[in-house]
């Protein structure tokens, strides 16, 4: 009897435990699925000792040659292709010289000992200069002109040499060349800074470069901080109406029945457990019935606006600048209306992450450059979360959602969007605005879900306020 017990029991033990087994791989499948940050290009879906050497190894010589490229770098801002040469040179003539007698070469060897020399001298020094680094505006829109200048002055009692000026401007160099300046002299040159795409322009430092007339060595003196220029992307004035989805005090009531509230609905019968002061008398006293109030609940409303940075929902980098866009501009609208909001957008999965990670970035939306600046430096990501997981980690996160813009490009498929807007709870409106320049801009609705397809920046006033209207 006790062994037949022990081999059910074992038996069930056995079962369960590879129940669990197929479950746990169940979820490891599904949180790689689709998957391709680094670890699974080098591993896939592998586990185990092996694989977690391999991926070590790997970032473990990433990190190392990072730390030669950037060492590399700084020796060769200092020695020029041309130094090199020469340092190559010098020990060559010398060895050969001595060794075969050619009084020629090393004549060659010590002369480019001189020159190595009188390089060095010119390394020597600082120029007395006060220079400054000014930007008229911290903040532009992208496609407007943003202007820098850099203003030298001489406040010693001598005249000053002129130099050669650098300013990094984003990826490129903004060069001027500073003439002599007098005593007390002063030199101003303005300079353009791009604005053609969204993101943070880093302007700066200005250096000036000492150099030897052969060009062996070259010294950069920095002179200023950097700074930095925020690029917004652009947006467009969406006026208050167009927000019509929103219930809140300042608008219409929602469709849920409460018994204490402000918006009256109508008059019902009384039930045990109602509040004794909404019975309304004059119809109780006509039907003979107790009639208590019923209204209709009003609350202050959540708008949350959910991007999708995943690179397989945009077809190109445009209908991506325009979602972006899009999502400005609904979150300014949202903050100049003082509604509560929260913008939220894609996490992305590290290059050598075993999971995929499935999280939101929420973006500030204390003022309205605050959101702009979090928003100009977003980017697609192949490891970004879809539209539909964006859906599910911000219906999780966020609490009393009235409203929900999600926003993506034309590759998010109807039935991913369908999925998007399950994930809200009942009650929730869904709205998925799809940038698609190709498509003609309309209006869909499904159930729980309308979609609008909008070709340019401007379609998306008209679409909210048709949609609103229906």
Not at 125 to 133: D, E, K, S, W, Y
Request: proline content about 4%.
């Amino acid at each position: 009897m006790t062994d037949r017990n022990d081999h059910t029991r074992a038996g069930k033990n056995k079962t369960r435990s590879s129940s669990t087994a197929s479950r746990s791989d169940s979820q490891f499948d599904t949180a790689t699925e689709g998957l391709t940050n680094a670890r699974t290009r080098i591993v896939g879906n592998r586990t185990g000792f092996l694989a977690d050497a391999l991926v070590a190894l790997v970032r473990t010589g990433t990190a190392i040659g990072d730390v030669l490229r950037r060492a590399a770098s700084r020796i060769g801002s200092v020695v020029t292709p041309l130094g090199w040469t020469m340092a190559a040179v010098v020990p060559l003539a010398f060895f050969f010289g001595y060794n075969l007698g050619w009084i020629e070469l090393v004549t060659v060897g010590w002369a480019g000992v001189v020159m190595i020399l009188i390089a060095i001298l010119y390394l020597i020094g600082r120029n007395p200069l006060v220079i400054q680094l000014k930007v008229a505006h911290s903040r532009v829109v992208v496609g407007e002109t943003a202007v820098g200048q850099v203003v030298i002055d001489n406040p010693r009692p001598r005249r000053v040499l002129g130099a050669n000026v650098e300013i990094p401007v984003g990826a490129g160099l903004a060069g001027v060349t500073m003439p002599s300046l007098r005593r007390n002299g002063q030199f101003s040159h303005e300079f353009a800074i791009p604005t053609t795409r969204r993101g943070i322009v880093p302007i700066g430092p200005v250096r000036t470069i000492r150099a030897d007339p052969i060009g062996l060595v070259r010294r950069e003196l920095i002179w200023t901080e950097s700074t930095e220029l925020f690029v917004h992307p652009r947006t467009i004035a969406i006026p208050s109406s167009s927000t019509g989805f929103v219930h809140d005090l300042e608008g219409n009531p929602t469709r849920d029945l409460t018994n204490s509230d402000v918006a009256f609905h109508a008059l019902r019968e009384y039930q045990p457990g109602d509040e004794r002061r909404y019975i309304h008398w004059k119809s109780t006293a006509k039907t003979g019935t107790y009639m208590v109030r019923q209204f209709e609940e009003t609350r202050r409303s959540h708008i949350v606006i959910a991007q999708s940075l995943a690179r397989s929902d945009y077809a190109t980098d445009d209908e991506f600048e325009m979602g972006v866009s899009v999502t400005g501009s609904l979150g300014v609208r949202a903050i100049r209306d003082a509604r509560n909001v929260s913008v939220v957008v894609s996490e992305t999965t590290p290059d050598f992450a075993k999971r995929k990670l499935l999280a939101v970035r929420p973006l500030s939306t204390l003022t309205r450059a605050r959101l702009l600046d979090d928003l100009a430096v977003v980017e697609s990501g192949e490891t970004a979360l879809t539209i539909t997981d964006v859906a599910r980690v911000a219906a999780e996160q966020v609490a009393g959602i009235s409203v929900a813009f999600l926003v993506c490009g034309s590759g998010a498929t109807p039935s991913e969007l369908r999925a998007a807007s399950t994930k809200f709870a009942a009650g929730v409106e869904v709205v998925a605005i799809v940038c698609d320049p190709d498509s003609i801009p309309g209006l869909r609705r499904v159930a729980g879900l309308s979609v609008l397809t909008i070709g340019y920046l401007e379609d998306l006033q008209k679409s909210l306020a048709r949609s609103a209207a229906a």
